[in-house]
């Protein structure tokens, strides 16, 4: 009877116990499903924030595609306006280069003349009636005198610093008399009266001068000032 007696006891001691267990794994159930959730509301979270992280990294990269792309255009443009200087400078130097060689060629073919009678050395014009020109009005008033000669033989004219003498290959005529010698022809006409003076039998002229280089038959002509008279 002893012996039934605890071993009922022992059966609903038992049973209390295994209720208690499943009691407490009931709600240990309950708190791993809470937490379970609670873990997929901070994965939810994550992974929204990561969404919007990775949206702000593509919106990132693609400015920067954009501005790349943009800093490419600007330097095709650079390099474009490079070559474009490159070129215009390789054609100024070109330019620059031909306009060297002519004035090389225009300088070996022909003498340019921008220069005044040196007196020192005299002239070939004799005292009396003659014709002197300059390259205007203001040097021939300061006697910058670029071309005289007498109204009969002789011309005296200066070319590159120096007193170039010629005899008149035209005897017969005068008033327009060419000069020449082994290298030039050197001849006044065109001339339009400016004033006159009978008191000094003087006549002031504007005049184009013609010196012609008779190797090459190359021609100068030049806008002139002076006067002539006795």
């Given amino acids: 009877m002893k012996k039934t007696l605890l071993l009922l006891i022992f059966c609903l001691s038992l049973n209390t116990y295994s209720q208690d267990i499943e009691k407490m794994d009931k709600k240990e159930l309950r708190i791993a499903l809470k937490n379970s959730t609670t873990s997929k509301d901070s994965v939810i979270s994550i992974n929204s924030i990561k969404d919007k992280e990775i949206a702000m990294l593509n919106q990132n990269l693609i400015a ?5 792309k943009a800093h490419k255009v600007k330097i095709t443009s650079l390099q474009s306006l490079k070559k474009q200087s490159e070129d215009n400078s390789k054609m100024l130097s070109k330019t620059v ?3 060297k060689d002519s004035i090389v060629f225009l300088n070996s073919s022909f003498p340019f003349i921008n220069t005044t009678i040196d007196y020192e050395q005299g002239t070939s014009v004799e005292a009396g009636c003659s014709c002197s020109f300059a390259e205007s009005k203001q040097k021939y008033d300061k006697d910058e005198i670029l071309y005289i000669s007498d109204l009969g033989d002789n011309c005296t004219i200066s070319i590159n610093n120096k007193n170039i003498h010629l005899k008149n290959s035209t005897p017969n ?3 327009e008399a060419k000069f020449s010698n082994n290298e030039y022809i050197v001849y006044i006409y065109k001339k339009k009266i400016v004033k006159s003076n009978d008191e000094y039998e003087t006549t002031w002229f504007t005049a184009e001068m013609i010196i012609e280089n008779k190797k090459n038959g190359k021609k100068i ?7 002539c008279g006795c």
């Fill in 64 to 68: 920067t595609k954009d501005s790349i």
């Fill in 173 to 175: 005529i005068i008033e």
């Fill in 221 to 227: 002509i030049k806008n002139v000032y002076g006067s």
């Fill in 97 to 99: 280069a031909a306009l």
